[in-house]
């Protein structure tokens, strides 16, 4: 079955350092996105994406957020400043149509 | 705006026993209805969908039905297993180019042999 993927599952990085997380998509899909979950808390929606261009947001995804598919496959979140705040699992996702599929996640751990 | 409610949990069972987590939801328009799975250490799965009212959503024995009149989604199952032990997410998605979820805080199962 086709599925998500994400690398790295686990990434450490110190406060104030740029990390991209990586996804691949199911491929014949068209939208995708990243959510977050901080521990304990609610899954959230960062942003939306679609037809290479984002197509929705949340307050949560400033301006130290970005997107980009940088090939036909390959669906990439950059934070380019990480906060202790951003310490959180961090999920792609992508949909054809009615259904959202979400990847294994990263967890994302600032210290 | 749009919210979704959900039980408190955690809930804990004995194997075979009837399930139901409660879910009700506020939103614009007509949403469409998920409940997804997260077992220790993993992603959310899709378990199950409905997007009209009425629809009827069901896998693994786990069941949920779209009703607009009580703006619910109960998830239910008649006899669970240990396996069943997880975090529950419903959910709830508008249609258009946006397609974002709201998630409920979700309710952790805990299944006893």
């Known amino acids: 079955e086709p599925e998500v993927t994400q690398t790295p599952s686990h990434q450490v990085t110190q406060m104030g350092q740029e990390v991209i997380l990586r996804c691949v998509p199911i491929?014949?899909?068209?939208?995708f996105y990243w959510y977050r979950q901080i521990l304990g808390q609610k899954v959230e929606f960062l942003v939306s994406f679609y037809n290479n261009e984002i197509s929705e947001k949340s307050e949560i995804f400033d301006d130290q957020f970005s997107v980009e598919r940088p090939d036909g496959s390959n669906f990439t979140l950059k934070i380019r400043s990480t906060k202790l705040e951003d310490s959180a699992m961090y999920f792609c996702?992508?949909?054809?149509?009615?259904?959202?599929?979400f990847g294994a996640g990263t967890r994302l751990s600032v210290l | 705006g749009n919210s979704v409610t959900q039980m408190e949990g955690p809930v804990t069972l004995s194997e075979e026993a009837f399930l139901t987590i409660n879910c009700t939801y506020t939103a614009t328009g007509y949403p469409s209805l998920f409940w997804y799975v997260q077992y220790p250490g993993e992603g959310l799965q899709l378990l199950l969908k409905a997007t009209k009212a009425d629809d009827k959503g069901s896998n693994k024995g786990f069941e949920a039905t779209y009703r607009k009149e009580t703006t619910s989604f109960h998830l239910e199952k008649g006899s669970v297993q240990v396996s069943d032990s997880a975090v529950y997410f419903c959910?709830?998605?508008?249609?258009?180019?946006?397609?974002?979820?709201?998630f409920g805080s979700g309710t952790q199962l805990t299944v006893l042999p």
């Open positions: 491929s014949n899909h068209l939208y």
């Open positions: 996702a992508s949909s054809e149509e009615v259904a959202i599929y």
């Open positions: 959910a709830l998605g508008l249609s258009g180019s946006a397609r974002q979820l709201t």
